[in-house]
Every structure is written in structure tokens, then in C-alpha cells.
């Protein structure tokens, strides 16, 4: 069984009050390591050692944190396989997946960080022979950095690389249902060089940790990855204090097929956009809209893309889909299916074929359904599982209406070789992340965020960096004003 501490200010040290949670492998339903359970005791040792090591690491030059930020990219490159091992374990993802996806872009935000620093410039104006103006930015001292289970290290590195690079310290708090990569990392830092103090990781419960990071009155700056709800209540209790904000929260995302499009490639991208990771990603395609004389032969293709798709143990290389991340997961996502009042085109229940190391995993197949109403739960609200609905449109104007249909609005995929059409939907579609005839092709210098409920502020490109600081207009007046 292992043990996961928190670490702050550069060593592990369990939780104050001892308290433990325990960690579960959703694949085989095990128990294989426990974490300390933080409490607002804990939260505030970090906040304290974050703040005791600001004055020093944002006096610190480019060139010192860019060359942490780059040793520590290297290292978690050279800790690849460990990392990945563990981030499938701890949440049921597809070993491939991890290794080849997850951990190196956690290496990536630190060297795509590091390069942002070193490429930073800011504005300088002169208003008269004898008067300079520039923009002088300063880190805004600690950072809470929040983060959810599905892309565990992925979306925490995505926070913690920005922050440091600006010149923040920063205490993290990992989602306690996927602690296990956080705590390795924490280490790793360590060894990076980052000194003690600039990067802390608390582990607990959102309602214990998280919510004593959100109100500690000695962090100005939260960055929160997470669902609709909790984004909400974290939005409130930081206008009280007028903190500032970024909220990445859920997506309903359209997935949207006209009949001018290359058919075969929609339909496997469709069922790669409905399914990787289990359909938990939150720019995962999960209601996917076909112009209906393309309905039969797209749908057909989809079903064969989906059955394609091996579902199984997570260890093994060839598998595409793992398990979902928890028992209380996967109950949500298995009452969603049931009570949806619609027909189900394929899945719905446990798959065949599993190991018997996964008799007791929490799997499901994946899912599609049709014949729902415009408006039910489970075309209106996040499903974060397996699961996706196909529906016909008309035209354009159909199309349209139906993407821009739920509450939300993260994420949009168009197919279609009309490129009149593309550019009129990308200025009408309620997005902050839309493709063309593509799912999930990121640039980090491009903004990432949501629009409507999926969230408050971008993240990506200096944007990020500049999140965790405040700007001052600085004024210069040189030689004898008279
Ligand atoms: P939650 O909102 O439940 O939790 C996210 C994180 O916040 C966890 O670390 C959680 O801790 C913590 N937390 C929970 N309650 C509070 C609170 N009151 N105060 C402070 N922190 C709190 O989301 P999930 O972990 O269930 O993640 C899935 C959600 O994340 C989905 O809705 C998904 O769409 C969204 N997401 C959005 C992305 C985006 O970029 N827009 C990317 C990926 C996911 P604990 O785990 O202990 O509850």
C-alpha cells in the first residue's frame, strides 16, 4: 500500500490531523494506496511556505526559471513511464494513452512555459521627447491551483507551469480520486530544483482542502479546472473577496456532420471524439448532429468505428478504452443511460471479454443513443462517461440552433468542405474551442476556455502567464520638466 503526503515547502509530511483517504484502482476495484486527507490546517502550512518562498523566487531572473522549468520538463520526460504507469492505475486510463499523450504534454506546458518566458515582452510607448511608458507586470503572489481527475497530471501541470512561470508560488490541490502522479511529481520538483516552498501539493477532499484554498484569505489568484457546479460556488465565495478567476468547467459539445463532408473520416473521428478517455475529457463530442441524407451511412460507419474500439484492461497497450474513473462514476453515468428516453444504437452495459484482474473494475461500454427528445437530461446535461447521442438536422439553420442548444459552451466540431459555411458557423457557434474538420488538435499558444456555463477567462499562450500577475502602467519622465 502506498502512502501519499502532501508535499510542502520540499518534503512529504501527512496530514495534521493524520487523517487518511484511501485510493482506488477503478479498473480492478482494489485499493492500492491512501492519501493524506487535508484540512484547512494543511492548506494554510502551504499557503504559509508558498509565502515565505515568494520574495525570493519572483525576484529570481528569466534565465534561473526558465532553466528549472526546462530541467523539470526533462525530468518528468525521463519519469514518462513511471508516470503513465501510475496515472493508469490511479484512474483507469489506457496505459497507451498516458504514455503517449498525457504525461509528455505535462512535459510540454513546462517547456512551452518556459519558452513563453523567455519570449515575453511588453509594451513601451514614449508620449513626448521625455516621457516613457511601459507595462511592468508583477506575479501576484500565491497561487491556488485546483484540479480535477480526468486528465489528472495533464491539467494540473497546465496551471502549475503558467503560475511558477510568472513568478508565483503555488499550492496545487489534485483531485483526491487521482492523487498518485501528483505526489511523484511533487517530488520531482524537488529534484528540478524549484526551492523549497514554491510548489506545494495538498491532498483532500474538495469540500475540505479545495474550499479552504478558494477562501484563504492569503491567495489572491484561484485557478480552477472542474464541473459546472462546483465552478459556481468557487466563483461566489472568490467575488467576496475579489480575487481573480479562471473557471474551465463542462461542455455538452456538438459534434456537427454535413452531407458534404468526408463521411468515413467524421464517422471515426466522431466515435474518437465520443469515447477517448471514456468520454471523460470535457471537449469530448457527446451530442453528434448529422445532416440526415447522410444520416444512414454516417451512422452505420459510426457504429463500426465504435465497434473498433477495444474495451479493456487499462494496462494493456492494445486496449482503447479503460474503465471509468470511480464506483460512484460510474453508477452516475450507468442511471444516465438507463433513464435517457431514447433507443439505444449500441452499448449500454458491462463488456465481454474483460481479465479476470478487472472482474470487479467499474467498465462500461460505449454508448450511443437515438430517438431523444430535443430536451431531456441527457442532451442537456454533462454525461462525462461513455456515452453519445446521434440526431438529424435539416439545415443549416437546424444545425446551428441544435449546437448552440445547452447551457454550455466549451467546445464545437464542424465537418464540411463548404468553407462559406465553416466561416459563417465559427462567427454563430457558442464556443470558446471550435474545429474544422478536426477533434482535440491543440496549439498551447492558441486560447482555451469556454463560453456560457463552461467557464470564466482562457487559459493558453502568455495569457496564461499573465493570469498570475498584475500589471502596473508605469510612467517615466526624464530630464528637467520645465
Ligand atoms: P469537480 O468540480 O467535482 O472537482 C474538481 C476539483 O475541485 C477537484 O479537485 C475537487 O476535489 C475540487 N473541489 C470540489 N469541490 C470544491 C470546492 N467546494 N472548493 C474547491 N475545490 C473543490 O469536478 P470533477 O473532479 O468531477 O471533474 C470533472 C469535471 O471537470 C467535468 O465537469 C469536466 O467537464 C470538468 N473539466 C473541465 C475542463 C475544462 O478545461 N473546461 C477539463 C477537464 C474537466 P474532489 O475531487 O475532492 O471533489
Known amino acids: 500500500m502506498m502512502d501519499l503526503l502532501h ?48 520574495p525570493t523566487w519572483s525576484q529570481t531572473t528569466t534565465a534561473e526559471r526558465v532553466s528549472i522549468l526546462e530541467r523539470f520538463a526533462a525530468l518528468i520526460d525521463d519519469h514518462c513511464d513511471e508516470l503513465a504507469t501510475l496515472e493508469s492505475q490511479d484512474g483507469g486510463k489506457p496505459i497507451a494513452r498516458a504514455r503517449s499523450v498525457e504525461i509528455p504534454r505535462v512535459a510540454e506546458n513546462f517547456r512551452f ?115 459546472t457546479t462546483t465552478g459556481r460556488d468557487i466563483a461566489v465565495s472568490c467575488a467576496k473577496q475579489f480575487k481573480r478567476t479562471s473557471l474551465e468547467l463542462g461542455g455538452k459539445n456538438p459534434f456537427v456532420v454535413f452531407a458534404d463532408a468526408d463521411v468515413d473520416r467524421a464517422a471515426s473521428e466522431a466515435a474518437r471524439a465520443a469515447f477517448s478517455n471514456s468520454g471523460q475529457i470535457c471537449l469530448c463530442g457527446s451530442r453528434i448532429l448529422v445532416e440526415s441524407s447522410v444520416l444512414p451511412e454516417f451512422q452505420e460507419k459510426l457504429l463500426a468505428a465504435t465497434a473498433a474500439m477495444r474495451v479493456g484492461d487499462p494496462a494493456e497497450e492494445t486496449t482503447h478504452i479503460g474503465s471509468l474513473v470511480s464506483e460512484s462514476h460510474y453508477l452516475k453515468v450507468k442511471q444516465a443511460i438507463e433513464a435517457a428516453p431514447g433507443t439505444v444504437l449500441c452499448g449500454g452495459g458491462r463488456p465481454n471479454g474483460l481479465p479476470d484482474r478487472c472482474r470487479e473494475g467499474w467498465f462500461l461500454e460505449p454508448t450511443i443513443l437515438t430517438n431523444l427528445p430535443e430536451s431531456c437530461a441527457l442532451e442537456d446535461e454533462e454525461v462525462f462517461g461513455p456515452v453519445a447521442s446521434v440526431r438529424a438536422f435539416s439545415d443549416e439553420s437546424e444545425a446551428l440552433r441544435l449546437a448552440n442548444a445547452t447551457p454550455y459552451g466549451l467546445a464545437a466540431s464542424v465537418w464540411t468542405k463548404d468553407l462559406d459555411r465553416a466561416h459563417r458557423l465559427v462567427q454563430r457557434v457558442e464556443a470558446g474551442v471550435i474545429w474544422i474538420n478536426a477533434w482535440m488538435v491543440r496549439d498551447l499558444r492558441t486560447p482555451f476556455g469556454g463560453a456560457k456555463q463552461s467557464g470564466l477567462g482562457r487559459e493558453g499562450g502568455i495569457e496564461s502567464v499573465h493570469f498570475f500577475q498584475e500589471p502596473a502602467g508605469v510612467t517615466l519622465r526624464l530630464g528637467d520638466p520645465s
Open 7 to 54: 508535499w510542502i515547502d520540499g518534503a512529504f509530511v501527512p496530514a495534521t490531523n493524520g487523517g487518511w483517504l484511501p485510493v482506488t484502482e477503478p479498473a480492478t476495484g482494489q485499493t492500492f494506496a491512501r492519501c493524506a486527507a487535508g484540512t484547512a490546517s494543511d492548506i494554510d502550512r502551504a499557503v504559509q511556505a508558498a509565502r515565505s518562498a515568494f
Open 113 to 227: 512555459f518556459a519558452s513563453a518566458l523567455r519570449h515575453e515582452h511588453n509594451d513601451a510607448f514614449t508620449s513626448g521627447p521625455n516621457v516613457l511608458h511601459w507595462t511592468h507586470r508583477r506575479p501576484r503572489g500565491v497561487a491556488g491551483c485546483i484540479s480535477p481527475w480526468n486528465l489528472p497530471l495533464y491539467l494540473l501541470s497546465w496551471k502549475v507551469a503558467p503560475a511558477l512561470a510568472a513568478g508565483c508560488t503555488v499550492v496545487a490541490k489534485p483531485s483526491e480520486v487521482t492523487p498518485a502522479t501528483a505526489t511523484r511529481f511533487a517530488e520531482l520538483s524537488g529534484e528540478a530544483g524549484f526551492p523549497p516552498g514554491v510548489l506545494n501539493i495538498v491532498h483532500g477532499l474538495g469540500s475540505e482542502a479545495g474550499s479552504a484554498l478558494v477562501r484563504h484569505p492569503d491567495v489572491p489568484t484561484i485557478s480552477f479546472t472542474g464541473g
